[in-house]
């Protein structure tokens, strides 16, 4: 069964990371009906074990498929690296989510097959990323670091300045001098960071923003799914929930997105677990 | 009815911060027993609401409850600023929070009244400090900032070096033109920059540890209700439990806790849920 072409593009993150990825949809897909679904009562998932993030992870695509949305995607590096292959099994609809199209990204970006990847400490641990590119590319070499202060540094909004460059080059550094000519921003808060990252790794290393690739990939996904919002479409949404504060979410999110953030729904997911 | 005196002291917190309040109570009361849960599913408290807040840490309160504990503690600032009160009125028990043993330490310290409190954002935003503070000193003033880039900083182990300085530099250097001479360390992870912090606020200002603080309040408590352990008791345990993966708290808490944490044990909390 085909699913509606006006129902909307479902897109879950822990928190308010995916806005970033969401961001990019608008960009690219304006007249897409959206909804956004953070996980901001649980948020960060980076940081627990694969159990957790993909019980978390069902949840929140169940809630999201509750809503009848036509497609689903996983605008979190820490869920996509874990739940993706899991939560394509389980939900009946297409799936995707940030690791392949920042993969595919970068495989076509290097020139010396040397491929840097930063993202949370669960991100790299899952392996991932390595495993994604060296399934496009065997002979692509992957240097893979957790950078866990990055997130906590764009939440505060300290993204220039002093505290800033120096965490920056206390990661990257060492990562630039293994001679990696592309680097993956494996975590949807790295692009408000693109500046720092990208002065500290210098013009000659390419910077791939999964948020973007990620975007690129759904369009394609929807013309090739015939999926695409009719022309005639009415009622045009974009539409929000949190698990917790919408404050928070209102006054933070709006740096992620680039725009305003007008109304918050609160999600209560422990009413749409999908046993 | 009074509790057994070889029951254990229940401790919780929403990861490991709280580890340092029970270093303190393992200094000055080596004979108790204890039981130590760390909701680390769900970790940090700081960034999320009141309401969510309130739900956690009465999730947490009744698994410890739930396990026969004599004496309970709260050993993180957030859940004690805001849910310290309605978890005394629900549950039957002797029940301890960080804030009050902090407050009083430093209204006894200052000598100009003029009292400095750094914690998270929910804490901050609580204003349990002032509150608490004002009510053993009408004339006390206290000026309380949020430093949501401290419990990262630690649990990444940057607690010395370029990056620490820099950042307590950013939120402490204000706080000390304000001519504060006494300073709470609101937060159970701050322990660990205590000597950042010392070095950015200068000999002048005195720190108050409220884990420190903490624990003597626990003893008194102790003597108070003839709670102690009897000198019989037999059976002596230390236990721990975790909502997440062992690996992690068990790494990093041992930069807390000063000791090798030997077992820790999984809860379950949503089959403990007191509704």
Redesign the interface.
Known sequence: LKANNNAAIGVFDSGIGGLTVLREIFALLPFENTIYLGD????PYG???PE?VTKYSFESAAFLASKGIKMLVIACNTASSISLERIKERFPLPVLGVIEPGAKAAVRATKNKRIGVIGTDATIRSGSYPKAIRALDGEAEVIAIPC??F???V??G?IEG??AR??AE?YLLPLKHTGIDTLVLGCTHYPLLKGIIGKTMGPDVALIDSAEETAKEIKEKLIIEDLRMTEGGKGHYREFFVT??RD?FMAVGERFLGERIEHINIADLSEEVAR
Chains 1, 2 share one sequence.
Do not use: F, G, Y
């Open positions: 901001t009562a649980r948020v940081i627990r074990s957790t866990p202060l997130v906590p540094l939440e505060e300290w002093d505290v120096l965490t206390k917790d504060s928070r």
